[in-house]
């Protein structure tokens, strides 16, 4: 099934040099105004045994409709293309001449101009849908590694990005014969508060905050002194890894953890279960040495640890792949050391070593449902706020109050 790790091994091949890509549809929901967007005939007709119906709800509270966009870009499953949606709901192929004057693309999609804005996911996409609020957001059309047009994704963590003082955030998502599979994410940064809902063969919802809850992110971590770089202004909370990028988070932070388990794994074996089986590993000259065909772990850094990759990437294959995850997980639920058997399944006890992931505590405390994407491996033991439907019917993107 596709989660978190899918959708960035999918992006890495979609993006040049950030991940992503996305669209949406929905109907029902949030009840709007009763204004028919004036492409609704023309959608309507793609959703019909195509795409899936999607419903953008304006429930900020800061913004009217007409300072929100949306962009939905990503791949098209059928060519391998990168693509982007037009404001009639048609795709187009991302080309050099998309760029205007000003060197960037206007992908942009408008609200309507009150209520409720209808849309629709395009049967076979992968990819993201961006929210900008106040201003638009900057793409650009380069040339991959392999000569072919390929779209360059703003980075929100990046202070010299040209849409850096932009409020934008966006959800991931693929559509395809299987279903659809989506998520809200703060696994790079988090600024627009978002909830998805997607009916089918179920009602399900997720991502949406607690009352009052971006703020008291932002709080929690600005009362963190380690944390408190990471926010930027009341624009957007960078990830911990791309504050170690940017300078601004220690290299070192989880260094003391990360020997503290090397030394107990030495004489307490750790034990993985993934579910298909279980594996039992201990260091040994240097190495997390685990049975069962996995291949053994260097010791990770606190890079390593935040972007769970380098020493805990987790391969495609079914083996070591699964016990990278856990392993990932545990580090930055900071679990490792109290639970011999992981993955740990009660948040009860997450987060509660001094030396843990505050970001992505600080984002579980204050969602309704306790679920959110705050590292990529937050969907083990199911904590990733990611819903999926085999036979859907319609989704609801809802931009929630800040």
């Known amino acids: ?31 709007g105004h009763g204004q028919e967007h004036p492409l609704a005939a023309t959608l309507a007709a793609a959703s019909s045994g195509t795409g899936l119906p999607l419903t953008v709800v304006n429930h900020t509270y800061r913004y009217a409709n007409n300072q929100i966009w949306l962009y939905v870009v990503g791949t ?24 205007g004057p000003d060197g960037f693309a206007d992908l942009a ?55 850096f003082g932009v409020v934008h955030d966006f959800v991931e998502f693929t559509h395809n014969a299987a279903g ?41 971590l600005r009362a963190h002194p380690t944390f408190t770089p990471l926010v930027v202004g009341d624009t957007r909370v960078i990830a911990p890894g791309h504050g170690l990028e940017a300078g601004v988070f220690p290299a070192s932070y989880y260094d003391g953890y990360i020997d503290a388990v090397w030394r107990q794994a030495a004489t307490r074996p750790l034990t993985v279960d993934v579910g298909t089986r279980t594996h039992t590993g201990t ?69 509660r070593d001094p030396t843990t992931n505050h970001y992505a505590r600080a984002l579980h405390e204050h969602t309704e449902d306790g679920r959110a994407y705050g590292f990529a491996f937050d969907d083990v033991a199911g904590f990733a706020s990611y819903i999926q439907d085999t036979a859907p019917t319609s989704a609801t993107l809802w931009l929630t109050p800040f």
Do not use: E
Not at 87 to 97: K, T
Not at 118 to 144: C, E, H, N, Q, W
């Open 1 to 31: 099934m596709p989660n978190r790790r899918t959708f960035l091994l999918a992006a890495s091949a979609v993006a040049a040099g950030s991940a992503g890509g996305a669209a949406w549809s929905v109907t029902g929901g949030a009840g």
């Open 76 to 99: 098209d499953l059928t060519t391998g293309r990168q693509v982007y949606a037009r404001p009639d709901g048609s795709l187009a192929q991302v080309s050099p001449a998309d760029n």
């Open 109 to 163: 999609i408008p609200l309507v101009p009150d209520g409720d804005t209808p849309f629709v996911v395009p049967p076979a996409m992968s990819g993201r849908i961006y929210v900008s609020t106040g201003a638009k957001l900057r793409f650009k059309v380069v040339a991959d590694g392999a000569g072919a047009p390929a779209l360059q994704h703003p980075a929100g963590w990046v202070r010299s990005d040209p849409s």
């Open 180 to 220: 659809m599979f989506c998520n809200t994410t703060a696994v790079d940064m988090f600024s627009v508060p978002m909830a998805l809902r997607l009916r089918g063969a179920a009602d399900q919802t997720t991502g949406r905050l607690a009352a009052g809850g971006r703020a008291a992110v932002f709080d929690a």
């Open 283 to 351: 260091v040994d000259g240097g190495l997390l040495r685990f049975d069962g065909g996995v291949a053994p772990f260097a010791r990770p850094s606190t890079r390593d640890v935040l972007f769970c990759d380098g020493a805990l990437a987790a391969p495609n294959d079914g083996v070591t792949g699964p016990v990278a995850a856990v392993l990932g997980a545990g580090f930055n639920r900071s679990t490792l050391l109290t639970q011999p058997t992981q993955p740990a399944t009660d948040p009860a006890g997450f987060y």
